[in-house]
């Protein structure tokens, strides 16, 4: 009985990736992550790639500009394209600060700026998140849920997801805010104890998604509460999200 | 029953409206009633509006579509009723959900129905039969045990973990459970009425996400359904590239129950294992597509993504460590007695109690039940490459976690098999016009169990209606009856074991 499960032990042996102290997993060929765009291949009246898109992410005027944001990285975009001007790259790191800073036109992709001093000084070593999903469909969910397995061992940065919003210094929140989520959301952030963050993961928390401008929800929760973080995707690659926490704490240069 | 009531067809088929027999309310009960208690099930039941079928026509029109697993015969019955009719609950329970649903949706009363209350607390639609204010979430009535030592708690819509919302009402005795109401609607996007006039460039993005962890089974059917409708016929190599995606799902999610059963229970080395091991299944999904989740795997006339000899092999390898990893992690649960002691005899729920439900999945098959779409209803490789039922009869947690674990061993030799023989051929086709004036019925398989996609055509070929069954739905009062007569502490045990989707039920 012992002896199996300590050869169960020997066999499942040490998973934990070295990131961020060596590189980073080698990412599948086929993964759709920070999008490349050339510009001098789009022809002026061409809007292909805006019909194309499921949320109107990809904007052609006045130049081919992507809003990674409301991005879901189907790449109907980059099929819909006549010129082959859009192509997913493996690129995974993708998390910005500002709102603004996910409209992308191909020239460079600002990524997340550190917390200012006081704040890391606060949080720098020890974080703890209220998870809140608020009409995710489980899949933001489940690959935040996936930070805590010993692959990713979220626990060695010293970043937790706690149960309660009064153990909290913030809110990692996901879906697109139903109508029905509104009030049990608000009330999480307010009883979360100030100074606190906010973390957006994946389409719908940061513009809605797919579900954006369908009247029972609120198109995510930009509008809804300061935001420190946002973390595109549909959904984020669970790296995508380590890079955006890591960098918001500033334990990555 | 009147078997001449019924149109039949079968899984993935489509029929002519004006063949769908439309008979007085009184027939349609006693049909679908006599169906359900001659051993057929009710994989939906829904209204749509007279006029999105016929413009001039009032009222709504009911149908009920039921499933005969015996012969895989698919059976669909309509009515038209004006604002109320004599409800079928009473006599059918597994209509309860579906008439709570009619009546939130469309203000239709069915009359009789002992526990009319909101289903989703979502506002009525524009179509319906009288207005009313949309209702808040959460304010309703729940059933309560007056007495000493009686008391209620309350859980939730958020709870403690990385988990969607929903509310628990439990009505307890001390530490036992006598009632848990689960009421749910939180995650109610929409998503049936934002499929209406579809398809467009939206529609498969959210049928991928009206249960995330459910993307390609739900985009199965969804393919199915439009496939159906177009007149296509997919590829045999797409078919297999189907099926090795779904079995993927599968592996992935029971592999990740598996685990998550036994952190319930404390037991951390295969709770830690199978997070890792599941993250390897998704991550022979993102081999395939790029994605996880399978976004972009499934598209309507095949699949979105080839996989050459080198993916294949790189596939077949990968699975085969998998599989070794998850069969000594998971096997030290059979093996160690104080996991054994928690699983065995823990929120059973009995064979008949099953079949009154209409649980499906791995929850109806813990129980005793045969009941697969892959093997009642086989559609695409599976008519063609059959995967072994696994059946147990205790109903107890325990048989819930081990009809998975036999699951897994199924799924990985099926994909062994499939991705060993791929027949050659194209991926993908574009899809003609769908018929117009045409119901067509999908049921697939998902991990949870049947996934049942319902869709009437109007006369240009758009769907005037979209009707999405999620597993959930039928199984989350599966879940509030095995509680009964259970200590409170079992809770998170017997909700692991059955693992529903909340947003599968609040679409």
């Not at chain 2, 009222?59 to 019955?77: C, I, K, M, P």
């Not at chain 2, 409800?87 to 009619?102: H, K, N, V, Y």
């Not at chain 2, 062994?416 to 991926?427: F, V």
Request: net charge neutral.
């Amino acid at each position: 009985m012992l002896l199996n499960i300590v050869r169960a032990r020997l066999q499942q042996k040490h998973r934990t990736m070295p990131f961020p102290s060596a590189s980073a997993p080698v990412l599948p060929d086929r993964f759709r992550g920070l999008p490349e765009l050339d510009v001098g291949k789009c022809s002026p009246d061409c809007r292909a790639c805006a019909e194309a898109c499921p949320t109107g992410a990809v904007t052609t005027r006045p130049k081919l500009t992507m809003d990674l944001g409301r991005c879901l990285f189907c790449a109907d975009c980059a099929k819909a394209c006549p010129h082959g001007a859009i192509r997913f790259s493996n690129q995974y790191r993708l998390a910005a600060t500002r709102r603004e800073d996910l409209c992308y036109d191909g020239s460079m992709h600002r990524l997340a700026r550190a917390l200012d001093c006081e704040a890391r000084r606060l949080f720098g070593r020890s974080l703890k998140l209220r998870q809140v999903s608020a009409g995710g469909c489980n899949a933001c969910e489940a690959d935040v849920n996936v930070l805590n397995t010993p692959v990713f061992d979220l626990g060695r940065f010293g970043i937790q997801f706690v149960a309660s919003p009064r153990h909290a210094d913030g809110l990692l929140i996901t879906g697109p805010v139903t109508r029905n989520m509104l009030e049990a959301l608000k009330k999480t952030w307010e009883a979360v104890p100030a100074p606190k963050l906010v973390i957006l993961a994946g389409a719908c928390a940061i513009a809605g998604g797919p579900y954006r401008d369908r009247p029972e929800v609120l198109n995510g929760a930009t509008d809804l509460f300061p935001v420190n973080l946002f973390v595109p995707g549909c959904p984020p690659h669970p790296l995508t999200i380590l890079d955006g926490l890591l960098r918001l704490l500033g334990q990555l240069a | 029953m009147k078997p001449d009531c019924f149109e039949s067809l079968r899984n993935g088929m489509t029929v002519g409206l004006d063949r769908i027999p439309r008979v007085d309310i009184a027939t349609f009960r006693d049909a679908v009633i006599g169906a359900v208690s001659a051993g057929e099930r009710l994989s939906a039941l829904f209204a749509v509006p007279e006029k999105r079928l016929d413009p001039g026509a009032a009222g709504f029109r009911l149908l009920a579509v039921l499933a005969r697993d015996a012969d895989g015969t698919l059976s669909v019955v309509s009515a038209t009723v004006a604002e109320a009719y004599p409800a079928l609950t009473p006599a059918c329970l597994q209509a309860q959900g579906f008439e709570r649903e009619i009546h939130e949706q469309w203000g239709l009363l069915p009359e009789g129905h002992p526990w009319l209350k909101p289903l989703r607390f979502q506002a009525r639609y524009p179509d319906a039969a009288g207005s009313s204010a949309a209702p808040t979430i959460g304010l309703t009535d729940f059933f309560r045990l007056e007495g000493d030592e009686v008391h209620e708690v309350a859980v939730g819509p958020v709870h403690a973990g990385i988990i969607e919302p929903g509310h628990f009402r439990f009505q307890c005795h001390g530490e036992n459970v006598y009632h848990l109401e689960i009421s749910l609607g939180y995650q109610h996007r929409g998503v049936e009425p934002a499929l209406v006039g579809g398809p467009d460039r939206r529609t498969l993005h959210f049928v991928e996400t009206l249960a995330g962890d459910t993307t390609l089974g739900h985009a199965f059917a969804y393919a199915q359904v439009v496939e159906g409708l177009a007149g296509a016929k997919v590829s045999a190599r797409a078919q297999a590239l189907r099926g090795i995606a779904l079995e993927l799902e599968r592996l992935a999610n029971h592999t990740g129950d598996l685990g998550a059963l036994a952190g319930d229970v404390g037991y951390l080395p295969t709770a830690a294992y199978a997070g890792r091991i599941r993250g390897d299944f998704l991550n022979l999904i993102a081999l395939l597509c790029g994605s996880r989740f399978g976004r972009g795997m499934v598209t309507p006339g095949g699949v979105g993504f080839d996989a050459d000899f080198y993916r294949i092999r790189e596939l077949l390898e990968r699975l085969d460590r998998a599989e070794k990893d998850v069969m000594t992690a998971t096997e030290l649960l059979w093996d160690t007695a104080s996991v054994m002691a928690r699983f065995e005899n823990t929120g059973i729920v009995s064979r008949e109690l099953c079949e009154t439900l209409g649980l499906v999945g791995p929850a109806a098959r813990a129980g005793g039940l045969r009941r697969d779409v892959r093997c009642d209803f086989p559609s695409g490789i599976y008519r063609f490459a059959h995967i072994p039922m696994a059946v147990l009869t205790m109903g107890d947690v325990f048989a819930r976690a081990f009809v998975r674990r036999l699951e897994i061993q199924r799924s990985i030799e099926f994909i062994r098999n499939q991705a060993g023989s791929l027949p050659e051929g194209p991926i993908g086709q574009e899809l003609g016009p769908l018929g117009a004036n045409r119901l067509a019925v999908s049921l697939i398989e998902g991990w949870r169990g049947e996934i049942c996609h319902v869709t009437l055509t109007d006369a240009q070929g758009r769907f005037a209606h979209y009707k999405v069954v999620d597993p959930s739905f039928h199984n989350w009062l599966g879940l509030a009856m095995a509680m009964r007569d259970q200590p409170i502490s079992d809770f998170p045990l017997c909700n692991k074991s059955f693992n529903l989707s909340y947003c599968g039920h609040d679409l």
